[in-house]
């Protein structure tokens, strides 16, 4: 409460000034005192503290901002002359919740970094596969340069505030370091600042920075964002984080608003949700989505502020313009740089325009007084004109945004796509622990409240309950839905933690939404440690497993690591240097052995196919790039894979005939790891014998060949025709032994199964 708020008070309450002299008396002498050594009656005592001029701290109280009260007092606030007043003070510190907040901001990074060893080896090995869409992206503009309208790999219309957040990330700090290890680091880094946000958020809503530091610790052992934002998970998806926070703290924000006066409250409200808006939508094409809650927040709050008769009109249009703000800073990197497409563009637009209708159509609703239960009406029915009025006027825009919606159904085969509550994966045990249990009672205890009245609470269980929804549809927002679980599972941390009388109750509306943090006593801090542990136990010991998960496993790096010393050692440059693999894989080997990875869609469009294909020849037309390499792993749930597969053919044989099945020309193993899951090979045009036996004769032919990783027979066999002659292709230099043939025995060099020659015997 800054001293205007009090000089304010103390004029509609002149019967407190008095009151307040004596506590500012009392307050001077000592840090904190008692109920008892003040002169004050319980009634008007109660109203400095409901007022948030006294706050509690512990069994104890003090003044909330002893300056501002000897401001106010002594009437040196700025006289409301007609002139708009604008100033704001910097908060207090709480040391015990400032050194509270640094340990857990120190066990985000500790749990982050806990692969460490598994990203930083002989070089930098980002987990998963999808990092190295980004590192290559941003290896192409330092390496080529980028300007804001010209980044790299045409991400102005994807994701243009996260490559350039990357870029200048490295290019900032390039002499710590090397870019990939900075990259590596980014998001950790982008952790911390992501649960510093959530803090600040969670003080917002709650008054309670207990709940905030319960909130901040949740978030620190949550696995989906520990595996999400962990050492090298260069993805988009940490970077999108800190924007939704923000965006959802400034909605909180303008629905507290009940004026609309040229304040600090008023612009930070406005500012907050403006920043969050525009960034979240520049960091993330498909942030669009994310804006959702707040057009739930926009109708629910209006609804409710009708049914109970109250103005929405302050809350409405700062929403409104928080919103309209962020769509022309959109609009302006649009104009300035083509930053995304136009629908994008349009999108935040729209829902400012949305906003005012609802703000619009609930002053009517008061005005005319119509009945409230009707009004939101209003919502269901603004979709649907915008929606006719979009397919109608703007058929292309129409078909583009319906088919991102449908997108969400789409399963592609990719994990990500599954449903957060799938039966298969159990996703939302693995990868929020109990957390996402514990949250669903705080978050009906907050709908309820929000229900009450109360809209402090509107904004964090709109996007709870909108993500939840999303995270049943597709996993992948999980991360998004992380740090409203963790905000709603501090809640239940602290409401546990109060009905087993460790702390005080978490603090009505009525109460000022306040209670102050102290040092706990011994007996405290066990019950209270043993409700963190029964909450978030079963996570911190998860989250380190999650992020291990996604690490590269040494066998398949080492894999990559040999072809990039062959392709090096032979001069194969890219294309030459391509690899053919798995694509959930396909950007980790070729970003190690060639620098290219843009792309996976080959790999994604082929190679399953080539895999399963029992047509050695056609497969080989149709599927693979001449001159290139191939990896092959074993198929998850391979029980109806076939010996005539090219799974078969490859990963068991090494291309070499089996029981009824042909050998191959085209494959020439390199390697084999320890295990025997990853091998990888060289397609070569092979060495084409010729030779005599007699008519109808089956000539075998038979090779030792030793690779990196294994020694096996290399087998190929041919039926010479009814002139005698016979062809076979083999895809290994070396001494083969004939059988059928009136040679015994021939050479094939390496020049000839790397240039496709002919060999006679």
């Known amino acids: 409460m800054d001293a205007r708020e009090v000089r304010e008070l103390l004029d509609d309450r002149p019967d407190l000034e008095s009151a307040l002299e004596d506590v500012r008396a009392v307050d001077r002498d000592t840090d904190t005192w008692t109920f008892d050594d003040v002169?004050?009656?319980?009634g008007s005592f109660g109203e400095l503290v409901a007022a948030d001029v006294v706050e509690s701290v512990g069994d104890e109280y003090r003044l909330t901002d002893p300056e501002a009260v000897e401001t106010a007092l002594s009437g040196e606030?700025?006289?409301n002359d007609g002139a708009a007043e604008f100033s704001f003070s910097l908060p207090k510190v709480n040391r015990t919740a400032a050194a509270s907040l640094f340990g857990l901001l120190v066990l985000t990074v500790v749990f982050r970094i806990t692969a460490y060893g598994s990203v930083f080896r002989d070089r930098v090995v980002y987990p998963a596969n999808d990092p190295y869409y980004y590192v290559y992206h941003v290896e192409q503009g330092l390496k080529n340069g980028w300007s804001l309208s010209n980044l790299p790999g045409g991400l102005e219309?994807?994701?243009?505030?996260t490559i350039l957040q990357m870029l200048l990330a490295t290019e900032l700090t390039g002499g710590l370091g090397p870019h990939n290890a900075v990259l590596a680091l980014l998001p950790v880094a982008v952790a911390v600042v992501t649960a510093l946000l959530l803090y600040l958020f969670v003080c917002e809503v709650t008054g309670d920075r207990r709940i905030a530091l319960a909130s901040v610790l949740v978030l620190a052992v949550s696995p989906i964002h520990v595996a999400r934002t962990g050492v090298g998970f260069v993805d988009h998806h940490g970077f999108d984080y800190p924007w939704l926070i923000i965006t959802a703290w400034g909605l909180t924000a303008t629905f507290d608003l009940e004026t609309l006066d040229v304040e600090w409250p008023t612009v930070r409200a406005i500012a907050l949700l403006a920043i969050g808006v525009a960034g979240s939508i520049l960091a993330w094409w498909a942030a669009s989505l994310l804006l959702i809650p707040?057009?739930?927040a926009v109708v629910v709050g209006a609804a409710l502020a009708v049914r109970d008769d109250e103005p929405f009109l302050s809350a409405g249009l700062a929403t409104a313009l928080g919103v309209g703000a962020g769509a022309a800073i959109i609009g302006l990197t649009h104009l300035l740089w083509s930053w995304h497409e136009t629908v994008t563009v349009a999108v935040p637009v729209l829902l400012t325009a949305g906003i005012l209708g609802v703000v619009g159509a609930a002053a009517a609703w008061r005005h005319f007084e119509l009945p409230p239960w009707a009004f939101p009406t209003t919502g269901l029915g603004g979709i649907v004109v915008v929606a006719v009025l979009v397919s109608t006027l703007a058929p292309s825009v129409w078909t583009q945004v319906t088919g991102r919606l449908a997108g969400l159904f789409n399963n592609q085969g990719i994990s990500e796509t599954n449903s957060l509550f799938s039966g298969d994966t159990m996703g939302w045990l693995f990868l929020f622990g109990l957390l996402l249990l514990v949250s669903l009672p705080a978050i009906a205890w907050a709908a309820y409240r929000?229900?009450?009245g109360d809209q402090g609470w509107l904004a964090p269980t709109s996007y709870a309950v909108f993500l939840l929804g999303l995270g049943a549809v597709q996993l992948r927002y999980g991360g998004e839905l992380a740090p409203f679980v963790a905000l709603f599972a501090g809640v239940f941390v602290v409401g546990v933690a109060a009905w087993i009388d460790a702390t005080e109750p978490i603090a009505s509306e009525a109460d000022g939404k306040r209670r102050e943090l102290s040092i706990p006593d011994r007996s405290t801090a066990i019950?209270?440690?043993?409700?963190?542990?029964?909450?978030?136990?079963?996570?911190?010991i998860q989250a380190p497993i999650v992020a291990s998960d996604l690490t590269i496993p040494e066998e398949q790096y080492d894999t990559a690591a040999f072809l990039d010393s062959y392709a090096e050692d032979a001069g194969h440059e890219y294309p030459q240097s391509y690899v053919f693999s798995p694509w959930s894989w396909n950007r980790m080997y070729n970003y190690h052995v060639n620098g290219e990875a843009g792309s996976y869609g080959y790999a994604q469009s082929n190679y399953r196919p080539f895999t399963l294909s029992e047509t050695p020849d056609e497969a080989h037309q149709r599927y693979v790039r001449s001159d290139s390499y191939l990896v092959t792993e074993p198929i998850p749930g391979s029980s109806n894979i076939t010996d005539a597969m090219m799974q078969s053919r490859l990963h068991d044989r090494y291309g070499s005939r089996g029981e009824e099945v042909t050998g191959l020309g085209h494959y020439r193993a390199l390697y084999a790891s320890p295990s025997?899951?990853?091998?990888?090979?060289?397609?070569?045009?092979?060495?084409?014998?010729?030779?005599?036996?007699?008519?109808?004769?089956?000539?075998?032919?038979?090779t030792e060949v030793d690779i990196e990783g294994?020694?096996?027979?290399?087998?190929?066999?041919?039926?010479?025709?009814?002139?005698?002659?016979?062809?076979v292709k083999v895809a290994y230099p070396g001494e083969y032994e004939l059988d059928g043939t009136p040679a015994e025995s021939l050479t094939v060099s390496e020049a000839a199964v790397n240039n496709g020659e002919t060999v006679q015997t």
Not at 527 to 540: K, T, Y
């Open 39 to 42: 002169p004050l009656d319980s």
């Open 77 to 79: 606030t700025i006289s």
């Open 157 to 161: 219309t994807q994701e243009p505030l």
């Open 294 to 296: 707040i057009a739930i």
């Open 450 to 452: 929000v229900y009450d």
């Open 527 to 540: 019950r209270v440690g043993a409700v963190v542990v029964l909450v978030c136990g079963l996570s911190a």
């Open 676 to 702: 025997g899951d990853y091998k990888a090979f060289r397609v070569v045009p092979g060495a084409r014998i010729e030779g005599n036996a007699d008519p109808e004769t089956t000539v075998t032919l038979t």
């Open 710 to 727: 294994d020694e096996f027979t290399y087998e190929r066999r041919a039926t010479a025709n009814a002139d005698g002659n016979y062809n």
